[in-house]
C-alpha cells in the first residue's frame, strides 16, 4: 500500500510534497555524490516544482529528467521542458543538470532512439519519480487506449513514443519498467474526480484499464501519493 499524505489544501500539499523531495534528493547526495528525479508535466506539478527551486541543495549534484514530453519546441506553451525551466530551474537551482527528452527529429517515432540514448546515460535507478494521473488514470503517457500502451508496459526500453487518443501531440514517455526503475515513486492526486479514480486503481484489476496501476499495484518500489481536496 501507498503511504498517503492527506491535505484539505492543494497548495499545502505541494510544499509538503517539495519538502520531502528535498530531503530524499539531500539524502541521496549524502550517499551517492548524485541525486536524480524525472518530473511530470501538466497543471500539478507547477507549484511543487516552484516552491522545490527554493530549497537549500547542492543543485549542481542535481540531474533533472522528464517523465513524459509533448513533441513540442522547448518553448512552445505545452511543453514540459519549458514548465521545468521556468518553475525549478531558476536561481540556484538553474545549476541543476537537465536532461530533456525532446530532440530535433520530425517526430516522437523518429526521436525515440536519441531520447533513449540521453536518459541511457543517467544513473539508474532514479531517486524518485514524480508522476501525476488524468482522471482516465493515465500516468505519464501511457494512456489507456493509446495503440502504443502495450509496448509502453512491456517494452524493456526506457521509453516509448506516444499519440495520445485525445490529447494534442505526441508524446515521448517513460516506459513501466523505467518509472519502476527507481527508489521512490511519488504521486499527486488533487481533487475529488481524481481521487475516486485512485482509489479505484487501489482496488486492483487491469493495467490496461488504468495505467496508474503500474505504479500503485506493485511491491518492489516505495510510493507516497500526496492527497488534496
Ligand atoms: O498529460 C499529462 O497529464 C498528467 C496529469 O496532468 P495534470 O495537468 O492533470 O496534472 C501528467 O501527469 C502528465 O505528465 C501529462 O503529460
Redesign the pocket.
Same mark, same amino acid.
Given at each position: 500500500m501507498p503511504t498517503e499524505h492527506l491535505f484539505v489544501d492543494g497548495a499545502l500539499a505541494a510544499a509538503d510534497m517539495a519538502r520531502r523531495i528535498a530531503v530524499v534528493l539531500g539524502d541521496a547526495i549524502a550517499a551517492r555524490g548524485v541525486a536524480t528525479i524525472a518530473l %511530470?508535466?501538466?497543471?500539478?506539478p507547477r507549484p511543487v516544482l516552484e516552491a522545490l527551486s527554493g530549497a537549500a541543495l547542492e543543485w549542481d549534484k542535481v540531474v533533472v529528467t522528464l517523465?513524459?514530453e509533448r513533441w513540442v519546441a522547448a518553448d512552445h506553451a505545452d511543453s514540459?521542458e519549458r514548465l521545468v525551466r521556468e518553475t525549478l530551474l531558476q536561481g540556484a537551482a538553474a545549476k541543476a543538470r537537465f536532461v530533456g527528452m525532446k530532440n530535433d527529429a520530425a517526430d516522437a517515432y523518429a526521436g525515440q532512439a536519441a531520447c533513449e540514448t540521453a536518459l541511457a546515460e543517467l544513473p539508474w535507478p532514479l531517486d524518485i519519480v514524480l508522476?501525476?494521473?488524468?482522471e482516465d488514470g493515465?500516468?505519464? %503517457?501511457l494512456f489507456p487506449e493509446a495503440k502504443e500502451l502495450a509496448e509502453g508496459l512491456s517494452t524493456h526500453a526506457l521509453t516509448v513514443a506516444v499519440t495520445p487518443p485525445a490529447?494534442p501531440h505526441q508524446?515521448m514517455s517513460l516506459s513501466a519498467r523505467a518509472i519502476l526503475k527507481s527508489r521512490h515513486i511519488f504521486l499527486q492526486i488533487g481533487g475529488a474526480a481524481k481521487k475516486a479514480v485512485y482509489d479505484r486503481a487501489l482496488a486492483g484489476g487491469p493495467v490496461e484499464e488504468l495505467p496508474i496501476r503500474v505504479a500503485l499495484c506493485q511491491h518492489g518500489v516505495s510510493v507516497e501519493v500526496w492527497i488534496s481536496e
Open positions: %511530470s508535466g501538466g497543471r500539478s517523465v513524459d514540459n508522476l501525476g494521473m488524468g493515465h500516468t505519464a %503517457s490529447a508524446r
